[in-house]
């Protein structure tokens, strides 16, 4: 299960920046990413106003790289870095277009061959301080 585990989470990510119609294959109907903004559907259907409304409004030119992948059980951790402009306001800062670089690891519970829950940890400090720079 491992290598479909962690091809799933890579598909996701792929989906989440240039497909999202793909969402439905690979998210659960009830899932939930635990650092998403409060008030969200679950399933695809938050997945996609995340990706596809809220971050758009703060940040342009997004990809995600990829630098680990670790799978155990039904769970996947993805080390990656997000990189975009900042082109929206966001927590009260105007954009400046400044380059953004932020490392996260998310780790993804699967159920079912599907994307069933996720977490979320970034320096958001960091990001801030990127903002304002």
């Known amino acids: 299960m491992s290598k479909?585990?962690?091809?799933?989470?890579?598909?996701?990510?792929?989906?989440?920046?240039?497909?999202?119609?793909?969402?439905?294959?690979?998210?659960d109907s009830d899932f939930v990413d635990h650092h998403f903004p409060p008030g969200l559907p679950p399933?695809?259907?938050?997945?996609?106003?995340?990706?596809?409304?809220?971050?758009?409004?703060?940040?342009?030119?997004?990809?995600?790289?990829?630098?680990?992948?670790?799978?155990?059980g039904d769970r996947v951790d993805c080390h990656f870095t997000l990189y975009a402009t900042h082109t929206g306001e966001f927590a009260g800062i105007a954009p400046k277009g400044n380059p953004i670089r932020c490392p996260a690891i998310s780790t993804f519970r699967i159920a079912e061959g599907k994307l069933a829950e996720a977490w979320e940890i970034f320096d958001s400090g960091d990001l801030l301080q990127q903002m304002r720079a």
């Open 4 to 27: 479909d585990a962690k091809q799933l989470v890579q598909r996701y990510y792929h989906a989440a920046l240039q497909d999202l119609d793909g969402l439905d294959a690979l998210v």
């Open 43 to 72: 399933g695809p259907a938050g997945v996609r106003q995340f990706f596809g409304e809220i971050l758009p409004g703060i940040f342009s030119d997004m990809r995600i790289e990829i630098s680990l992948l670790l799978a155990e």
